[in-house]
């Protein structure tokens, strides 16, 4: 007969948040990927963490099993706070989300039936023990607001928790009371007027939802609002013929993608020519630190790309030297990034100008707003076939319209100006980016 080995002994690790930046000191938990009961391989994704500049994921430092959730998703948490638990082995036979009996005891069941159009709520079936349920906070405010009893609420959550979605359904299903007002006699000697009710129609369901504001959306609303208060914001407008680029790009296009494994976006020709604008205008690559006025020679142009957690800006490093094909691969690279999350804190900090392209989601006509502390943003704007006077004829041309948004302060309107018609005369003519004339 063979002595099965002994299982190794487990080990409990604790799950702690990270540091996420400097002078970050509170985050805020985001989407749990892994549950309680839940086996985890090593390096393996576990929970988000969202601060105000990024979100990182927490990965698990050895494969085991998540044993405990200290903080939900929304909840506030500072750097080195333990979240969570897990065990390098198995803990037990019990699945996620699955209560022992004991954790069950007490609880009551609501039977439902649901129909088609309708939902019915049957009998109610007590547990065989007398146990209280755990209830979240959360939910025990929405139930004793509703007035309905803990005890007729089944648990969903880890270990049979009761939790605010559940909550919520129980008081939906609960039975309503009926108070529409018993009718009167009218009374023989009174006089007054007869009351007429009228009935309100059914409409549709008018549910509102209450989500906890993003780490990054509430920093995004600040530096708004201090960019607003803080600089004094003008906006001009140009607009731009794309008929050039448009036919180079359709020329080389296809090569372009073999060579390089990425298309020809219309990005590069406009990141070039932004740095082509700032060498001419430098005041609009300057930052102002009173009493001094810096400026740079050179050239960090931040990108707005539209991210999972809301708009982010990852800036391209030392744009005067790079390639079309290398301002290509790093857009594209952004926003693979940006839609999931990856973007690392120090590629969204920095930068010395920022361009911002609503046209992708057909944006006219806008006055972005500048990322402080930088002096200027370039806003582009969708393509549309317009009539147009050329040498005395009207034709129809691809015109886009440009914003420069600038910091009165730092900048003057002339340099605006001087500043959005060398992009124009840069996109209208894309030879000069070959010559630098």
């Known amino acids: 007969m063979t002595t099965p080995a002994p299982s190794a002994p487990s080990e409990r690790i604790e799950l702690k948040v990270p540091a996420v930046g400097e002078s970050i000191t509170e985050v805020q938990i985001g989407a749990w990927k892994k549950r309680l009961g839940d086996t985890v391989a090593i390096d393996e994704s576990i929970v988000e963490i969202e601060s105000d500049k990024a979100t990182v994921e927490l990965p698990a430092p050895m494969s085991g099993t998540i044993t405990s959730i200290l903080k939900e998703a929304g909840e ?12 390098t082995a198995a803990i037990g036979s019990r699945g996620q989300g699955v209560a022992s009996p004991s954790e069950n005891a007490g609880q009551a069941v609501v039977n439902v039936k649901r129909t088609e159009g309708r939902t019915d709520i049957g009998s109610v079936q007590m547990a065989p023990a007398a146990l209280q349920p755990r209830v979240m906070p959360a939910a025990a405010r929405v139930l004793g607001e509703a007035g309905v009893a803990v005890t007729a609420v089944p648990g969903t959550g880890p ?11 129980a008081v939906a299903l609960a039975p309503k009371v009926d108070a529409t007002p018993v009718a009167r006699p009218p009374a023989q000697a009174s006089k007054a007027p007869t009351q007429v009710v009228v009935p309100v129609p059914a409409g549709g369901p008018r549910e509102e939802r209450y989500v906890l504001i993003s780490p990054i959306r509430r920093r995004i609303a600040e530096r708004l609002v201090q960019a607003q208060q803080q600089a004094a914001l003008l906006t001009t407008f140009n607009e731009v013929d794309m008929s050039a680029v448009m036919s180079l790009r359709q020329k080389f ?18 990141v070039r020519a932004t740095v082509e604008a700032l060498r001419a205008v430098p005041q609009v690559n300057a930052e102002l630190r009173d009493p001094h006025v810096v400026y740079r020679d050179y050239c ?35 926003a693979r990034r940006a839609g999931d999350n990856k973007l690392k804190l120090e590629e969204l900090q920095g930068g010395t100008f920022t361009i911002s392209n609503g046209g992708v989601y057909g944006s006219m006509m806008s006055t ?70």
Do not use: C, W
């Open 159 to 169: 270990g049979g928790r009761v939790t605010k979605p559940d909550a919520l359904t």
């Open 300 to 334: 960090d142009i931040g990108i707005a790309v539209g991210g999972g957690k809301g708009l982010v800006v990852p800036v391209l490093r030392n744009a005067e030297k790079l390639s079309f094909a290398q301002i290509e691969l790093g857009i594209n690279d952004f």
């Open 368 to 437: 972005p707003i500048i990322n402080p502390p930088q002096s200027g943003i370039l806003g582009l704007h969708a393509i549309q076939d317009r009539p147009m006077a050329v040498s005395g004829q009207v034709v129809i041309r691809p015109m886009m319209y440009l914003a420069l948004t600038y910091d009165h302060r730092l900048v003057d309107g002339r340099e605006a100006v001087t500043f959005l018609k060398r992009i124009k005369e840069t996109i209208e003519e894309p030879t000069r980016l070959m010559l630098e004339v």
């Open 76 to 87: 506030k948490a500072l750097v080195g706070e333990v979240i969570g638990t897990m065990e």
């Open 253 to 270: 296009k296809d090569s372009f993608a073999e060579r390089y494994g990425v298309k020809l976006g219309f990005m590069s020709f406009f």
